[in-house]
């Protein structure tokens, strides 16, 4: 799972939005990543792990750790 900066128009990267993606495959030709959500910082500063845990649930991508 990764978080990406993204700068808004007229703003810098701390101001701008957050994408949240989840790599699901990785081989040796290619990847998959899915995008989890996408949110402006001004709204949401952050994204708990509770929160990204629900929304991988939700979508059915969300693997228990063994």
């Keep these: 799972m990764y978080k990406i900066r993204i700068p808004g128009e007229g703003k810098g990267k701390s101001s701008g939005y957050r994408v949240i993606t989840y790599t699901v495959d990785e081989s040796k030709n290619s990847t998959i990543i899915n995008m989890i959500?996408?949110?402006?910082?001004?709204?949401?500063?952050?994204?708990?792990?509770s929160e990204v845990i629900k929304l991988l649930k939700r979508l059915g991508l969300y693997i228990p750790k063994k």
């Design 37 to 49: 959500t996408i949110f402006p910082k001004s709204e949401e500063s952050t994204i708990t792990k």
